[in-house]
């Protein structure tokens, strides 16, 4: 079982130091201009991903402010039960985060979109809404970033075939991206 989770650690590491950290930037930048220009931050995602979402707006909202500049709106569109069920019921589960989206978002928001295969119906329906909108879109994928990585504005992909070793890739941009945004807030 050592050596497991030693091998697991050493390909996470591996993969980490792989990462395009300057598209990890420019998602920092797009967040930093959705600040600016009043915008709101949706994220959304599917399991894991949907946790590593709700993390990302969390952290967002919480621990990025400071007394000198607006605070960020960040709305994870994965929280609310009930909406995710009603919409997938009286629409079909494809629709789940598009037809939230429909809704809500305008130009100038920023809409990040995690799906480790980069493949989710859900996610490719709502990345296109939100660019229907005039919305920019960013995705944290993995794999050799599906779909998604076509289809949104931006896109960081995680260089990995394992989910487990993406999602914790995943969250580990999550975190970076913090960091990067609270400056010497933290």
């Not at 390909?11 to 201009?33: C, H, K, N, S």
């Not at 000198?68 to 995710?84: G, H, K, M, Q």
């Not at 329906?125 to 990585?149: D, I, N, P, Q, S």
């Amino acid at each position: 079982m050592v050596i497991a989770t030693r091998t697991y650690f050493t390909g996470l590491a591996d993969v980490l130091a792989q990462l395009d950290t300057g598209a990890v930037d420019r998602l920092v930048a797009w967040i930093e201009r959705t600040r600016r220009s009043g915008g709101t931050v949706y994220v959304l995602g599917n399991g894991g991903s949907a946790s590593t979402a709700s993390h990302l707006a969390v952290d967002l909202a919480k621990n990025t402010r400071r007394p000198d500049r607006p605070n960020l709106r960040a709305i994870s569109l994965t929280e609310n039960a009930a909406v995710l069920t009603a919409w997938a019921n009286d629409r079909c589960y494809e629709q789940v985060f598009a037809a939230q989206l429909e809704g809500i978002v305008r130009p100038g928001d920023l809409v990040v979109a995690i799906s480790g295969s980069g493949n989710s119906p859900n996610v490719l329906a709502a990345v296109r809404a939100a660019e229907a909108a005039g919305a920019v879109t960013f995705a944290l994928t993995g794999f050799a970033g599906g779909k998604v990585a076509h289809l949104a504005s931006d896109c960081v992909v995680v260089p990995s075939q394992s989910m487990q070793v993406i999602e914790d890739a995943h969250l580990a941009i999550v975190h970076a991206v913090v960091v990067a945004l609270c400056d010497e807030a933290c």
